[in-house]
């Protein structure tokens, strides 16, 4: 049978089209589940492509996140004290290889302003450095801010990082436009970036990590003392997939050997990133703090 031009492939992509625009601006969808189905079949359809359907995933996910949700935790904050060393400066610029550093006067709690990383090459023509001259006013949010929100305002104000502060006052955090970027288009590497397994593993509290999915079972096993199989699949997000049986999602939850693993990212067919928390004394879980990049 001959397919008729109402029939072919463009007439299937008008009638989903319309029927997208129909439920858009006249049937408003009632969940963001509901949403997500409607944009999947116009992914399905070629309206939409991969990475524009995580893209959208990612902003509506974002809009539900706080400051406190992704932050860098305050210990793990790399900081510049005032009181310290000129060279000890320089000497973290390197080691951390970031662009921006909360300066503090002997306390983590009395940030008097943020450096750029580049100010310090005046160290190399200016004879009496005074850091102060070069920073500028921190920016402080609580940490319920809602990361959509704080995103608008980062781009309005041009600022690219805040300081998070709990109901008292306290630093708690600090968070960059980077941070909130990465939830929405994922992971965002540069030329400082070290790729190493010890990057997988980002201490969050006692007995509590984030940890990628991708992360190698191998590498797993050696940091939590487990000995989870890698027969059957290669890292992490493949194991919890398949004690899930089902595609994860943000939010699943599933116990094994002393560890309470919790979805926290996930795209259309695979998860990005768990919270992985001990729930028993079966494995002796590592207490060194891996760090998070700023």
Not at 116 to 128: F, I, R
Request: glycine letters at 6%; proline letters at 3%; hydrophobic letters at 35%.
């Amino acid at each position: 049978m001959f397919e008729t031009q109402e029939d072919g492939p463009s007439s299937k992509a008008r009638n989903l089209l319309a029927k997208l625009s129909g439920k858009l601006f006249h049937e408003l969808p009632e969940s963001k589940t509901d949403l997500l189905e409607i944009l999947r079949e116009a992914k399905d359809s070629k309206l939409v492509n991969e990475d524009a359907f995580q893209m959208i995933e990612g902003v509506l996910e974002v809009m539900q996140l706080r400051a406190d949700d992704i932050m860098v935790p305050r210990t793990q904050m790399k900081v510049i004290d005032i009181h310290s060393k000129k060279n000890d400066w320089v000497r973290t610029v390197i080691d951390s290889g970031h662009s921006r550093y909360p300066v503090i006067d002997g306390d983590r709690d009395n940030v008097v302003g943020i450096l750029h990383a580049k100010d310090l090459l005046h160290l190399q023509v200016e004879k009496n450095y005074d850091i102060r001259k070069h920073l500028r006013e921190p920016v402080f949010v609580p940490e319920s801010k809602l990361c959509d929100v704080l995103l608008k305002e980062f781009r309005q104000k041009k600022h690219h990082m805040a300081l998070v502060v709990d109901e008292f006052g306290s630093i708690s955090g600090l968070i960059t436009i980077e941070d909130v970027l990465e939830e929405i288009v994922g992971e965002i590497d540069d030329e400082f970036d070290v790729s190493t397994s010890e990057n997988n593993f980002t201490l969050t509290g006692a007995g509590q990590w984030k940890v990628k999915a991708s992360t190698r079972i191998e590498d797993f096993n050696e940091k939590f003392g487990t000995n989870f199989s890698d027969t059957y699949y290669d890292s992490v997000g493949g194991l919890i997939s398949d004690e899930l049986e089902h595609v994860p999602h943000v939010g699943d939850k599933i116990e094994l050997k002393g560890l309470r693993f919790k979805v926290l990212k996930a795209v259309d067919k695979q998860a990005q990133l768990f919270q992985v928390e001990k729930v028993s004394d079966y494995p002796d879980l590592p207490a060194e703090s891996a760090e998070k990049s700023q």
